[in-house]
Structure formats: C-alpha cells, structure tokens
Nanobody
Framework: QVQLVESGGGLVQARGSLRLSCVAS????????MGWYRHGPGKQRELVAH???????NYADSVKGGFTISRDNAKNTVSLQMNSLKPEDTAVYYC????????????WGQGTLVTVSS
C-alpha cells in the first residue's frame, strides 16, 4: 500500500557532496514526521536527521553544519543534502516516515548506499 523509495546514493570522495531523495507513494492520508537513518559497517543504526510535519528539524551532532534535511509536502518527498562528506559517513541510508493511511504507520525505505572514500 505505502512505499518509500530512496535514491541518490553512490561513491564520492571525502569533502564531496551528495543529495539523497525519498519519495512516498500509496494511499497516504498524511505524512507526519520524516527522517533519515544510517547503518554503517560495524555500527548500529542511528538517526541522522529528522523533520516534523511543520518543518522543525533535528540533526545528529556528527552531521550538524554539513547535512540539511528538507521536505516537499506537495510531492511527498524528503531530501538530505550532504556536504563535506567524510569516510565515517559511509553507510546505508534509510528513509523513514510516520504517516497515516487508515491508521498511523511507520514505514521504512529499502536503503541507498553512500560510500565516501579518502
């Protein structure tokens, strides 16, 4: 019924930039909060950035100043602009959304791999 699809991952050199996008589709009544998580090698999943339905944002301390999360409610999309990338940013990045269909649901995307080389 509801699907999140991430795109934009790839290989980039340190200090470079990437922009990730996530599109939600299906019988969605509304989308509440959306966020980006990542799961790097040898690490647990962590929250990278979060944005509320009203546009309020939160970031992990490690990405403040370099990453920017944004959303386009008309297009049901959330993006993550990643600047000044570091090798430690290498991870699979997952889009997450808390949304409403006939009930409140939490939905995850399939993930997109970001590899930052030195």
């Amino acid at each position: 019924q509801v699907q999140l699809v991430e795109s934009g991952g790839g290989l980039v050199q340190a200090r470079g930039s990437l922009r990730l996008s996530c599109v939600a589709s299906g019988s969605i009544a509304s989308i509440n909060a959306m966020g980006w998580y990542r799961h790097g090698p040898g690490k647990q999943r962590e929250l990278v950035a979060h944005i509320s339905s009203g546009g309020s944002t939160n970031y992990a301390d490690s990405v403040k100043g370099g990453f920017t999360i944004s959303r386009d409610n008309a297009k049901n999309t959330v993006s993550l602009q990643m600047n000044s990338l570091k090798p430690e940013d290498t991870a699979v990045y997952y889009c997450n959304a808390n949304l409403e269909v006939d009930r409140e649901l939490e939905v995850w995307g399939q993930g997109t791999l970001v590899t930052v080389s030195s």
